[in-house]
């Protein structure tokens, strides 16, 4: 039988003191933090909320006009930590609204929110991004709060049975919405998906688009994990795009941020010294955050991911993307974070492997496949290969192990600026071998990602020159970010492209500072030598995907002279009579013409496979070939047909 334990606190800032009756009784089973809804009546809900060392809590919204009232003070599960409610009587495909009014002192948004109003920012969405976006009830209440719906019809997939790619032919583009598109929107960005398709690129990866502070933002100042962010678009918007993206043989993987989280987030608001607002410390007594941070790199407030606590909010929130979103992969965003061993600021401790890390994103990664088999998962650790490794191995023989990036921006970038001494061009650890992994699809290798200075404005501005050829001008900048590619996408292994980089796009990332936003130049696909970087990298793209060498395990990489000359030898020993067995790359990434000695891997007919075939008859292997600065060419044993 359920009990009564009598409790008392001040209700909102009255000096009256005011006493509650919580009625102690079980959570009912198989319920969830957060909303749980009613298959058979789409008038009910249950609410739970886990609140440990928390007396009392109300629910307040629409349904009492958010005032506190005895019939919707939560029972409470002691023995769980947690406070639950049956809601009845809403009314289906309503804009409801609610929050908790915890011990009459903070009032928070369900942490399990799937979309939360918030008073500072709704009103600078527009309805073209979010369609008759429900007011914020103004005036009732502050801070989030979240927004519940019953009785809507579920989304309609098309796509039910999507296979993603192999993880060694993953070309990644790499793509913030609100600098992509004019209409910062989901909706926007399928619309540019003809684009992405004909550049070869197969996977989408988003940067965070869960709830975060403000509107306008990269997306690392998460707030609620589990809501869609409004500022990009609906649910179902959201999720057509994803149909779309599938549809065309796309993957969809998320950013996600779980190292931290913002000031907002309602389990950090419940326990800190700022009497439940967004500044200040964790508690001691938080169940979820460190009072201070285990890492050398913390933003925000860090997440202490020993806690049974933490670990459960992680699972029950990747669970939900994949089973809500059909998502094909997370890339977790600093890894090196989730360690509890070092302190913020030891950054060599950091730095060095760590079992405990090792050990809980190995947990992480479990959830995630045990949703679904072939789930991506990616590691932005940039870190000890030992500790890397560990991931990368893991559960291989079950053709699974985590990814990590690889960047390779500084070197490729010296190399397209023709800085080539003491072996600042050489990119030789696009080469799985050389990075230390066992398999090519350990690596996703990138020259940028979101956080790196753009390519092309390096060129521009530190590019070498003589008095024959200049890096600085634009189109020389350009071609050399052909070149670029041509040794970068013909190494096996998954790739990645930072958004319009096959544009050469040259504004720097601390253009109205690093976060801001950044113009967006559509036109760029219009001028012949910016688009000819996008067309030569769509057929190396191809290239890769088609020609099972692209796979071989034979490899070699000589990129360290310091001359700027530059090979990559392919052999592909099993080859059938119809496939590439020979590929032999040179390239000439100095600034003067140049002999190189392509060492070819057999006499005989060789053809240049990006100029229409052209053969050239090979009876020295040895015999140099004159390149031009900034000149390439692929030979293979075999012509190629697109």
């Not at 789930?375 to 192990?401: C, M, P, Q, S, V």
């Not at 500084?410 to 992994?437: Q, R, W």
């Not at 936003?517 to 219009?526: L, R, S, V």
């Amino acid at each position: 039988m359920p009990t009564e334990t009598t409790t008392s606190d001040l209700k909102n800032s009255d000096s009256t003191q005011t006493q509650y009756k919580t009625i102690e009784a079980a959570l009912p089973k198989d319920l969830l933090d957060g909303i749980n809804y009613d298959e058979t009546d789409n008038t009910k809900v249950t609410l739970v909320l886990f609140a440990p060392e928390k007396q009392f809590v109300h629910v307040i919204g629409d349904f009492n006009n958010w005032t506190i009232s005895d019939a919707f003070l939560m029972k409470k599960d002691s023995l769980k930590n947690r406070f639950w409610l049956e809601l009845t009587n809403l009314t289906p495909q309503s804009n409801h609204m609610y929050q908790y009014f915890v011990d009459a002192t903070i009032k928070i948004a369900d942490p399990y929110s799937t979309i939360v109003l918030t008073e500072w920012n709704d009103q600078h969405i527009n309805a073209v991004t979010y369609p008759n976006l429900p007011a914020y009830p103004t005036g009732k209440t502050n801070h989030h709060v979240t927004l519940l719906r019953t009785g809507d019809a579920e989304y309609n997939w098309q796509i039910h049975n999507f296979t993603p790619p192999q993880k060694t032919d993953l070309v990644i583009y790499e793509l913030l919405i609100r600098d992509f598109d004019a209409l910062h929107s989901f909706d926007a960005l399928k619309s540019r998906l003809d684009y992405l398709e004909n550049l070869g690129i197969n996977a989408i990866e988003l940067m965070p688009i869960n709830e975060f502070d403000g509107n306008e933002s990269w997306g690392y100042n998460p707030s609620f994990h589990m809501a869609l962010d409004k500022y990009y678009g609906t649910q179902n918007a959201f999720k057509n795009l994803v149909d779309a993206c599938h549809r065309r043989g796309i993957a969809v993987i998320l950013d996600v941020v779980f190292n931290h989280a913002s000031g907002q987030n309602p389990y950090y608001r419940l326990w800190n010294t700022d009497n439940g607002n967004y500044s200040g410390k964790a508690t001691t007594k938080n169940p979820f955050f460190n009072k201070i941070p285990k890492h050398a790199y913390n933003v925000f407030n860090d997440f202490n991911h020993s806690t049974t606590a933490t670990r459960e909010y992680v699972k029950r929130i990747t669970q939900f993307w994949i089973d809500e979103y059909k998502i094909d992969g997370f890339r977790w965003d600093l890894t090196k974070g989730f360690t509890q061993n070092c302190s913020e600021n030891n950054e060599r401790c950091t730095g060095r492997f760590q079992q405990d890390r090792v050990d809980v994103l190995k947990t992480y990664a479990d959830y995630q496949w045990d949703k679904k088999d072939d789930f991506y998962i990616i590691f932005e650790h940039l870190g000890d290969i030992t500790e890397e490794n560990e991931w990368a191995n893991y559960r291989i023989n079950e053709g699974k192990g985590i990814m990590l990036w690889n960047n390779l921006n500084g070197l490729y970038n010296n190399a397209t600026t023709s800085i080539h001494s003491k072996g600042k061009s050489n990119f030789e650890n696009i080469s799985y071998k050389k990075k230390g992994f066992a398999q090519a699809k350990s690596a996703i290798s990138y020259m940028e990602s979101h956080d790196e200075e753009r390519m092309m404005y390096r060129n521009l501005h530190f590019g070498k020159s003589n008095k024959n050829y200049n890096v600085k001008l634009i189109n020389t900048a350009l071609k050399r970010m052909e070149l670029a590619g041509a040794f970068f996408f013909t190494i096996p292994g998954p790739k990645m492209i930072w958004q319009f980089s096959e544009l050469g796009y040259d504004i720097s990332i601390d253009e109205n500072g690093r976060t801001g936003n950044k113009p967006i130049h559509w036109e760029y696909f219009e001028n012949p030598n910016r688009k000819n970087i996008y067309n030569t990298w769509a057929k190396l793209i191809r290239l890769k995907q088609n020609e099972p060498i692209f796979k071989t395990t034979n490899l070699k990489v000589d990129t360290n002279k310091k001359s700027g000359l530059k090979r990559i030898h392919l052999t592909l020993s099993n080859a059938t009579s119809k496939q590439i067995k020979n590929l032999t790359i040179i390239g000439n990434f100095g600034i003067t013409t140049q002999n190189i000695n392509p060492s070819f891997q057999q006499t005989g007919t060789w053809y240049n496979i990006l100029d229409k075939n052209t053969p050239l008859e090979v009876t020295n292997t040895k015999a140099l070939i004159t390149l031009a600065p900034g000149e390439f060419i692929i030979y293979s044993d075999k012509p190629y047909h697109q």
